[in-house]
């Protein structure tokens, strides 16, 4: 087996038998990977053999269609959906604004009234606002400290009055924990509640087992190894869900747009490999993050692991590190070959913290979030252990807090 | 008119972002552990960093409101909750 060092820090970990091309010390997977072999090899063979319009019927255009429509049924296999209830579109943003806006639409003789969960994805919440028109049509669902919504809470929440949908993530992209889609969505149907769940799997799919109480479900290919630009929209059949774009919206009458198809056949590749080792893979990676999550309380004092330590995604963690600048953190651990991420305002464009940490009531500042690639090889978990406590001490060192 | 209870001591940490009004509460902590401390400040971030530093260090959070000038939070943060 070869080791990390013999493979360098930018070629494949063929060795692994995962095959993952991401750079050691790369720990920002819930961001993007990279793109996974499978979808390299199928996105330039599409690009030649999947160019022509799939909606014509000359032969370049059938060609087209047989890709189109065996990416789309690979992937609808993986979601547990049905081939017909797939769309692609050229983001997970776009899917998550179609989806919403549909289903507020399809609901519209209901209500307008959206409920998410305080811990969803921005994408999420301003498709929310917008679709509603104002920002008093959202009412947010409050999580517990592990960032998890309630689900009797939630199922009350669904009783009001003029209620068009509920967001529900699948598992929380910046501190891991999973949501309770199938609960909430099974104590509603005993209560004979029919509200539709707008479920944002970006984070799970090709990671971790998928919720089934879905009306819409969304993802994004470059999150699981795909390229960028490719975005799935899934409704369930019978769900009341009405086009919020212009006619002549393609892929069922769902989405605006010519269909990359090279894209979305390079999307395919990818899930159904990723797919194939997850199990395998989702266990050695959560291990992994059992580790970190051990040995850095340990190693690093004044650090506060956030997230369900059990019930959560297999390949990320956050912590934040008491009396450290979150930018500081990211610049010296960059340094040091680590890409990571943080909530921390400092680190924010807006300047404001995560949205998701405050509704936990968590630290926000000195975040630090870990989310493993496919295929992260486990001397870098080493090697990141070795270094981070050197790399905190320095951080508050600068500002005079240490011994606080 | 924003009434604040009575304190010992006050940290300005307005213009000051993360995390440096937590810091300075920590070392007003250290210094004064018995102490009132009342901090101002206008950091986003010190909404939620303040009550979770209090939680994390055994500190009782008494008071939250609006700075007396207006200008920003005001937290009172006192020893040990009893």
Same mark, same amino acid.
């Given at each position: ?11 494949p970990d063929?060795?692994s038998?995962s095959r993952s091309v991401a ?17 390299? *090899? ?18 370049? %255009? ?10 789309? *049924?690979?992937? $609808?296999?993986?979601?547990? %959906?049905? +081939? ?125 087992? #998928? ?9 994004? %290919?470059?999150?699981?190894?795909? +390229? %960028? ?16 774009? +212009?006619?002549? $919206? ?85 340094? *040091? ?15 404001? +913290? ?17 989310? #493993?690639p496919i295929g992260a ?28 | 008119? =924003? ?9 300005? @940490? ?32 010190? @909404? =939620? ?12 959070? @008494? ?20």
């Open positions: 087996v070869a080791s990390q060092s013999s493979t360098g820090p930018d070629h063929v060795a038998g750079p050691a010390g790369y720990f920002d997977a819930a961001s993007t990977a990279p793109l996974h072999p499978a979808a390299r *090899e199928a996105l330039l063979a599409a690009l030649d053999q999947g160019w022509a319009d799939p909606s014509r019927s000359y032969h370049q %255009a059938r060609r087209a269609r047989l890709l189109l429509d065996s990416a789309r *049924e690979a992937t $609808a296999a993986v979601l547990g %959906a049905r +081939p017909d209830e797939v769309s692609f579109t050229s983001s997970g943003t776009q899917a998550v604004g179609l989806g919403l806006a549909g289903l507020v639409r399809g609901r519209e003789r209901v209500g307008r009234r959206v409920l998410a969960a305080a811990v969803e994805h921005s994408s999420v919440l301003h498709a929310a606002a917008d679709a509603v028109g104002d920002d008093d049509g959202v009412r947010t669902l409050a999580v517990d400290s592990l960032g998890r919504v309630d689900t009797d809470e939630a199922v009350a929440a669904l009783r009001g009055p003029g209620v068009a949908l509920l967001a529900l993530q699948s598992a929380n992209h910046e501190v891991g924990t999973r949501q309770p889609v199938d609960e909430v969505a099974a104590t509603a149907r005993e209560h004979g509640i029919d509200v539709p769940l707008l479920v944002d799997a970006a984070q799970s799919v090709g990671r971790d087992p #998928l919720p089934r109480g879905w009306s819409v479900l969304t993802a994004s %290919a470059h999150k699981w190894g795909g +390229p %960028a630009g490719v975005g799935v929209l899934a409704v369930r059949t019978g769900v009341r869900w009405r086009s919020p774009s +212009p006619e002549g $919206a393609l892929e069922h009458g769902r989405v605006p747009g010519f269909v990359a198809v090279p894209a979305v056949v390079a999307a395919a590749a990818a899930l159904v490999a990723v797919e194939r080792d997850r199990a395998a893979e989702s266990a050695r990676l959560s291990a992994l993050i059992d580790r970190l999550r051990a040995r850095v309380p340990d190693l690093v004092p004044d650090t506060v692991v956030l997230g369900d330590p059990v019930d959560r995604l297999p390949h990320l963690v956050t912590f934040s590190f008491l009396y450290v600048d979150g930018e500081a953190l990211l610049a010296d651990l960059d340094r *040091e070959g680590f890409a990571v991420s943080s909530g921390s305002s400092c680190v924010a464009d807006s300047l404001q +913290p995560s949205h998701v940490l405050v509704a936990m009531g968590a630290l926000t500042h000195g975040n630090l979030r870990v989310s #493993l090889a486990e001397p870098d978990i080493d090697r990141f252990l070795d270094v981070l406590p050197g790399v905190v001490a320095r951080v508050r060192g600068v500002l005079g807090a240490e011994g606080l | 008119v =924003t009434v604040v209870p009575a304190y010992d001591a006050v940290l300005d @940490e307005r213009g000051h972002v993360c995390p440096l009004p937590v810091i300075a509460l920590a070392r007003a902590a250290a210094a004064d552990p018995a102490g009132r401390v009342l901090l101002l400040a206008d950091d986003p971030a010190a @909404e =939620t960093d303040v009550p979770a530093w209090c939680a994390l260090r055994h500190r009782r959070l @008494e008071w939250v409101g609006d700075s007396p000038d207006g200008r920003g939070r005001a937290y009172l943060v006192s020893g040990p909750p009893a």
